[in-house]
C-alpha cells in the first residue's frame, strides 16, 4: 500500500493525463453510439446500438471514478500516512566538550546556528518552530509558525503526543516548503490539559520521513465561559 501511494503522488500528473485521454475517447464513443441508438428504426439495429451506449458509458463512469479516488487518495489521504521508514540519528551528547584543535595561524570556522535550547532535532532555517520556546503553555488556538524546506521535500505533517508515549496524533499537514510562514493553527481545546510533545515530520519525495523537529509543551485548561 506504501508503494502504490508512492507511486501515484510522484506520477500524479501523467496519471490525469492519461485519464483524460481516455475519457475523452470514451465520451467520444458515447455520443456516437447515443446518436446512432436515436436514429436507429429497426429493433435490431436500436438494440445493438443500445449495447454500444450501455458500455461506452460505463468506460466513462470508470475513468471519472479513477480519477476521483486518485485526486482524494493524493491530496487527502497521502499526507497523513506514517512512514514506513524512519531514518536512525544518534542521540548527540549536550555535555560533551570538543576536543578538536587548529592548526598554528589558522582561523576558526563560523560557528553554525543552534537549535534553540530544549528543543530536539529542529534545524535552524531548514526544519524549525519559531513562534513556540520550549516548555511554554498553550491555550485555545495556537499558530504555529516556522520553517520546513529540507533537500528533497515531500509534505509535511505536525503532530502531537503525551510526554514519554508515541501514540501520536496528527493535527494537520502540508504540501509545499515554507519558511518562517504559518504552519497553520493546532486548536488545543479540546485536549487533556498536561504536559505533550509537539513535532513536525517532514517526509521527502521517495517517502522517507526524515527526523523530526521536536519540541516540548504544556497545555492547560481552557478559560470557563
Do not use: H
Not at 493525463?17 to 446512432?36: I, M
Not at 540519528?89 to 576558526?108: E, K, S, V
Not at 520553517?147 to 503532530?159: A, C, I, S
Request: include cysteine.
Amino acid at each position: 500500500m506504501d508503494a502504490l501511494f508512492r507511486f501515484l503522488v510522484k506520477n500524479e500528473t501523467p496519471f490525469y493525463l492519461l485519464l483524460s485521454l481516455g475519457g475523452l475517447f470514451a465520451f467520444r464513443n458515447l455520443y456516437r453510439a447515443w446518436v446512432e441508438w436515436k436514429q436507429s428504426v429497426f429493433g435490431l439495429e436500436k438494440e445493438m446500438a443500445f449495447q454500444r451506449v450501455r458500455s461506452s458509458g460505463t468506460i466513462a463512469i470508470l475513468l471519472v471514478m479513477m480519477g476521483l479516488s486518485v485526486f482524494c487518495l493524493v491530496s487527502f489521504v497521502a499526507p497523513f500516512i506514517p512512514a514506513m521508514t524512519f531514518l536512525q540519528t544518534a542521540t548527540p551528547d549536550l555535555f560533551a566538550t570538543p576536543r578538536t584543535t587548529l592548526p598554528p595561524g589558522a582561523t576558526p570556522a563560523a560557528t553554525l546556528p543552534q537549535p534553540p535550547a530544549g528543543t530536539l532535532g529542529c534545524i535552524p532555517g531548514k526544519l524549525i518552530i519559531t513562534s513556540l520556546q520550549a516548555g511554554q503553555t498553550l491555550q485555545g488556538a495556537v499558530e504555529l509558525k516556522g520553517t520546513v524546506d529540507l533537500p528533497n521535500f515531500g509534505f509535511f505533517k505536525y503532530e502531537y503526543a503525551p510526554v514519554g508515549s508515541q501514540d501520536w496524533v496528527a493535527i494537520a499537514a502540508g504540501r509545499d516548503p515554507l519558511r518562517d510562514a504559518s504552519l497553520g493553527v493546532w486548536n488545543t481545546s479540546t485536549i487533556t490539559p498536561g504536559d505533550y510533545t509537539l513535532r513536525v515530520v517532514v517526509t521527502d519525495n521517495t517517502g522517507t520521513a526524515l527526523p523530526p523537529c521536536e519540541i516540548p509543551v504544556r497545555i492547560a485548561a481552557p478559560d470557563a465561559p
